[in-house]
T-cell receptor
């Protein structure tokens, strides 16, 4: 497996502002993903963070709202831009460490937008 | 695209009983099926997974079965304990899916002492 950390663990933000969430892994990983989990709901994939190139976004998510960076094989950021209360959620990164499919999740960032 | 349905949405059992959660998937080419356990306020944790070339896999009190013909897979927990209380998610990985898992809606399991 991999040791995954996220910063911040939680935050309370004002509407209209932006928050950048960091995901750090203790080893190089093949793939990194960003998910959103709204209260009491399942996991929804936002995008695949591609190393050295633009992220691949899922239907309903756009780069202007959720810009993603992945400068190397151990680190990625997700920014939630121009936030509204509807963005209140848990944001999780996940990684696939090797050639197999096994995917592991970071501890999540709990975001509340007022 | 792939769609995963999970049942039941809530499950309540007495300690020591068995619990079964079922998932169905739509894409017959899906080839990997993990199960995650998420305790309140925690990250989803992988508890068991199965690949399409295997019909059953067991790890202590947890087992997963896969029926490729019927396109369904199930999680079985025996001798349940209060610490098994959590939300459980099944997922499927479509073939050629770039490791993008498709998750079920989740099952909230409550084990009562």
């Amino acid at each position: 497996s991999a040791v995954i950390s996220q910063k911040p663990s939680r935050d309370i933000c004002q509407r209209g502002t932006s928050l950048t969430i960091q995901c750090q892994v203790d080893s190089q990983v093949t793939m990194m993903f960003w998910y959103r989990q709204q209260p009491g709901q399942s996991l929804t994939l936002i995008a695949t963070a591609n190393q050295g190139s633009e992220a691949t976004y899922e239907s309903g998510f756009v780069i202007d709202k959720f810009p993603i960076s992945r400068p190397n094989l151990t680190f990625s950021t997700l920014t939630v831009s121009n936030m509204s209360p509807e963005d209140s959620s848990i944001y999780l990164c996940s990684v696939v460490p090797g050639s197999q499919e096994t995917q592991y999740f970071g501890p999540g960032t709990r975001l509340l937008v007022l | 695209g792939e769609n995963v349905e999970q049942h039941p949405s809530t499950l309540s059992v007495q300690e020591g009983d068995s619990a079964v959660i079922k998932c169905t998937y739509s894409d017959s080419a899906s080839n990997y099926f993990p199960w995650y356990k998420q305790e309140l306020g925690k990250r989803p944790q992988l508890i068991i997974d199965i690949r399409s070339n295997v019909g059953e896999k067991k790890d202590q009190r947890i087992a997963v079965t896969l029926n490729k013909t019927a396109k369904h897979f199930s999680l079985h927990i025996t001798e349940t304990q209060p610490e098994d209380s959590a939300v459980y998610f099944c997922a499927a990985l479509p073939s050629g899916g770039y490791n993008k898992l498709i998750f079920g809606a989740g099952t909230r399991l409550a084990v009562h002492p």
